[in-house]
């Protein structure tokens, strides 16, 4: 069964950026460093840890340079990455001297975009040139992120072709990873498979990532219809967190325990430790003020003996049993 799906899958956490960004309760920065050291210690080794916007915009983000002295430099192996919309927010990653990849976003509706980063889409691109030419020139990598690809809160249905050109736009950038983004979870496998079958034809498998949302509880089934048409690549959030401020409606994002369960069902490698994530998960979840969505977090390990722990303790509320 597994010759048909990519060996090796690459799970980017962004828990700590598209995770929290959407969070009420501001959480405090310590936290944030434990939670990020957390997912280092379960086998993440791609964590968006933050990003460089206006903080008025997104207020819980807004200690981005304190989280990033709090935390120093990443352990060897492990690469952190922030979202960066302008040249301003690219000096204020750079200064900060552990950022390795940064990440341009834009979106495949007009009205999502302007409400996003005020700007249209094709103003959006041009503001990138700069920021992408000056990262790479000091030695980031580079994504681009499409949001809106299957389906925009406030346009309705995103056509397939325009998410194309967009990814099309970011690649002639020179961002070599693009993530495809369906911000309000509203895709089905059926958009999952529109998208790709256009994008694949255009652009290596090897460049794509899928960022899928799990509002409709249709995320982890999307994630197996980008595993067989050959994507390797998923962003994932730690416990479910996630939502955009911009894009009403929205939800959590894939959850990485539900994908690394999925991951795990079907034999594919990715390198996390779901037991560790849990407890990474775990440790965040108190600062929040509500549960955690993701179905697999919630699920108590199994396989064991009742009275035997597995070697942790249920990290759920034991009180929703
Ligand atoms: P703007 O207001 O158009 O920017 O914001 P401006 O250039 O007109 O500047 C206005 C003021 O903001 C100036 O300050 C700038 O210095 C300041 P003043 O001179 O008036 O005192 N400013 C900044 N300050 C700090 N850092 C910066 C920065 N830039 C300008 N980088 C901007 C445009 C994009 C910056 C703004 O709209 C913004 O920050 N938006 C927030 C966007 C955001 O974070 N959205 C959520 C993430 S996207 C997402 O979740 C989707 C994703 O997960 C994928 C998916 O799910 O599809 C990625
Ligand atoms: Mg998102």
């Known amino acids: 069964m597994s010759r048909v799906f990519p060996a090796t899958v690459r799970i980017t956490e962004v828990?700590?950026?598209?995770?929290l960004q959407n969070e009420e309760q501001l959480v405090p920065t310590e936290a944030k460093a434990t939670f990020v050291r957390g997912l280092i210690a379960a086998g993440l080794r791609e964590i968006e840890?933050?990003?460089?916007?206006?903080?008025d915009r997104v207020p819980q983000l807004a200690d981005a340079e304190d989280l990033c002295a709090l935390l120093g430099p990443a352990p060897e192996g492990v690469r952190y990455t922030a979202l960066v919309p302008n040249t301003r927010g690219l000096h204020r990653a750079l200064a900060t001297g552990i950022i390795q990849r940064i990440a341009v976003f834009t979106a495949s509706s007009e009205t999502f975009n302007q409400r996003n980063v005020n700007a249209s889409i094709a103003e959006s691109i041009k503001r990138f040139v700069p920021v992408v030419e000056e990262a790479r020139a000091e030695g980031l990598a580079v994504r681009g992120y499409v949001s809106t690809a299957m389906g925009c809160p406030y346009e309705g249905a995103v056509a397939p072709a325009k998410v194309l050109e967009v990814v099309k736009e970011l690649d002639a950038l020179?961002?070599?990873?693009?993530s495809i983004g369906d911000t309000i979870g509203a895709g089905t496998p059926a958009d999952v498979a529109r998208v790709l079958d256009l994008v694949l034809a255009e652009v290596a498998s090897e460049r794509i990532t899928l960022h899928l949302h799990d509002t409709r509880g249709m995320a982890a089934v999307n994630a197996l219809e980008g595993l067989l048409r050959g994507v390797a690549s998923f962003d994932a959030s730690a416990g479910g967190l996630g939502g955009c401020p911009f894009a009403p409606g929205a939800a959590g994002n894939l959850a990485s325990e539900d994908l690394v369960y999925l991951l795990d069902g079907l034999g594919l490698e990715h390198g996390v430790d779901l037991e560790r994530l849990?407890?990474?998960?775990?440790g965040i979840e108190p600062h929040l003020g509500h549960d955690l969505a993701?179905?697999?977090?919630?699920?108590?390990?199994?396989?064991?003996?009742?009275?035997?722990?597995?070697?942790?303790?249920d990290p759920g509320d034991e009180s929703d049993a």
Do not use: H, K
């Open 15 to 19: 828990g700590p950026r598209d995770g």
């Open 49 to 55: 840890i933050t990003s460089f916007v206006r903080p």
């Open 174 to 178: 020179g961002c070599e990873d693009i």
């Open 278 to 282: 849990r407890d990474a998960s775990a």
């Open 294 to 313: 993701s179905r697999v977090y919630q699920a108590p390990a199994w396989g064991c003996d009742e009275d035997d722990d597995c070697g942790q303790d």
